[in-house]
Nanobody, 124 residues
Framework: QVQLVESGGGLVQAGGSLRLSCAAS????????MGWFRQAPGKEREFVAA????????YYANSVKGRFTISRDNAKNMLYLQMSSLKPEDTAVYYC?????????????????WGQGTQVTVPS
C-alpha cells in the first residue's frame, strides 16, 4: 500500500508560479512510476505529467509542456510539480498518483494509488 499526500496548492495570479509537493509513504517509492493529474469542475480527470522511477523518462501533456516540470527525490520519498506561467485554465484540483510499474503512463487507469488532491486556482 502507498499513501500519498499533496501540498502546495493555492491561489496565484495568472503568470505566476507554484510548486506542488507529494509526500509518499508505504511501499517502496523509489521503484514506482509517479504522475500528476488534475480535475477541473465538471470535467474528467486529465493527465498532466509523469516520471519514471529513476527520473530518466518524463512525460507532459501538451497543454503544460514548457511551463511545468515534474521531478522526484527518492531519498526523501517526494514528488514535485513546478508550475510556471500559470493560466486560468490551469485551475483544478491536482492529484499525485503512483503506479506499481517502474515507468509511468499517461492514463488514469494506469495508476494504482492516489492522493486526496490539492486545489490550484488561477483567477481570470
Amino acid at each position: 500500500q502507498v499513501q500519498l499526500v499533496e501540498s502546495g496548492g493555492g491561489l496565484v495570479q495568472a503568470g505566476g508560479s507554484l510548486r506542488l509537493s507529494c509526500a509518499a509513504s508505504g511501499r517502496t517509492f523509489g521503484g514506482s512510476g509517479m504522475g500528476w493529474f488534475r480535475q477541473a469542475p465538471g470535467k474528467e480527470r486529465e493527465f498532466v505529467a509523469a516520471i519514471s522511477w529513476n527520473g530518466v523518462r518524463r512525460y507532459y501533456a501538451n497543454s503544460v509542456k514548457g511551463r511545468f516540470t515534474i521531478s522526484r527525490d527518492n531519498a526523501k520519498n517526494m514528488l514535485y510539480l513546478q508550475m510556471s506561467s500559470l493560466k486560468p485554465e490551469d485551475t483544478a484540483v491536482y492529484y499525485c498518483a503512483a503506479t506499481r510499474l517502474d515507468d509511468a503512463g499517461t492514463t488514469v487507469g494506469g495508476y494504482d494509488y492516489w492522493g486526496q488532491g490539492t486545489q490550484v486556482t488561477v483567477p481570470s
